[in-house]
């Protein structure tokens, strides 16, 4: 009887030492990506940036006199966008014109063979002949004057800024009465109506077969649309993103969808052809 009672008693802690079976594990669900790769198609990510941007900025330092644009406001190339107050300048361009013009008038005067002189004390009326070394001298200086005029005019032209192309002003970094510093940006100016795609991550493993004019499909997410176009750039000069070497690609869009904006995320399929 006791014999029983030791064998079951070694049953029953053979059977506790067992290790409890492990959890199946939970396959982790998979992302299906916005195209399927396939033959004939490189594949990227890539984001939307205007057909232009310019980040303007003075080349004098002075103080921002006026802004008669604010963020948002579409231009045309040569409104004004920006001016310096600066009375200093403003005030040499006056000085110059009216010591030009004076200057003018007198080499005028000058140019005829013969000059009216007025005896103060008798009154007089007496007629000479100038040599022509006298008025080409008098023309001479009328140019000097010209010339400091004209650079006066163009350092006026340097406390306004005018936009370079037509598009809309997408960021005003400075307000009325602040001093800014030659080459600081003011503005940033941009094509909104001609919106590219640009690459992020097309690996140079696929830029070979990647070439201007082929046809590219993109898939805007954040509108849920896919819209064509075709490759008209692309980069030389590769970029490293996260240790991969990328080279950034653009395309230009056959038709650009409403609500486009800058900065959203796509997906493009270039069109290479068979390997």
């Known amino acids: ?11 029953l ?6 290790p409890a079976a492990a959890p199946a594990e939970t396959a982790a669900p998979t992302v299906e990506p916005a195209f399927a790769q396939a033959p004939g198609v490189v594949i990227a990510s890539a984001e939307v940036e205007p057909g232009q941007v310019s980040q303007l900025s ?6 921002v006199g006026e802004i008669p644009v604010n963020e948002g406001d579409a ?7 920006m001016v310096l107050n600066m009375p200093e300048i403003e ?3 006056l000085a110059a014109e009216a010591d030009y013009k ?8 000058q140019r005829a063979e013969k000059v009216l002189y007025v005896d103060p004390n008798t009154g007089r009326k007496s007629w000479y002949s100038l040599p022509r070394e006298v008025y080409l001298k008098a023309l001479a200086q009328a140019d000097v004057a010209k010339a400091q005029w004209d650079a006066a005019l163009a350092n006026l032209a340097q406390a306004t800024l005018g936009a370079p192309f037509d598009g809309t002003v997408a960021d005003v970094a400075v307000v009325p009465g602040e001093l800014v510093q030659p ?14 795609i640009v690459t992020t991550d097309l690996s140079e493993r696929d830029i070979a077969r990647v070439k201007i004019g082929q046809t590219a499909t993109v898939v805007i997410e954040a509108l849920g649309i896919s819209v064509s176009g075709k490759v008209v750039r692309i980069s030389p000069i590769a970029e490293n993103v996260g240790g991969d070497v990328v080279y950034p690609v653009t395309i230009e869009l056959d038709e650009q969808p409403e609500g486009l904006m800058w900065g959203m995320s796509a997906e493009v399929e270039v069109e290479v052809g068979e390997e």
């Open 183 to 196: 080459n600081q940006v003011v503005i940033t100016l941009a094509d909104l109506e001609h919106m590219q």
């Open 1 to 11: 009887m006791k014999r029983f009672i030791f064998v079951g008693l070694l049953l």
């Open 75 to 81: 231009v045309k190339a040569g409104d004004t966008l």
């Open 58 to 63: 003075f080349t004098v330092s002075a103080v």
């Open 102 to 109: 004076a200057r003018s008038q007198a080499a005028e005067l």
């Open 91 to 93: 005030y040499n361009v």
């Open 13 to 18: 802690t053979a059977c506790a030492s067992q």
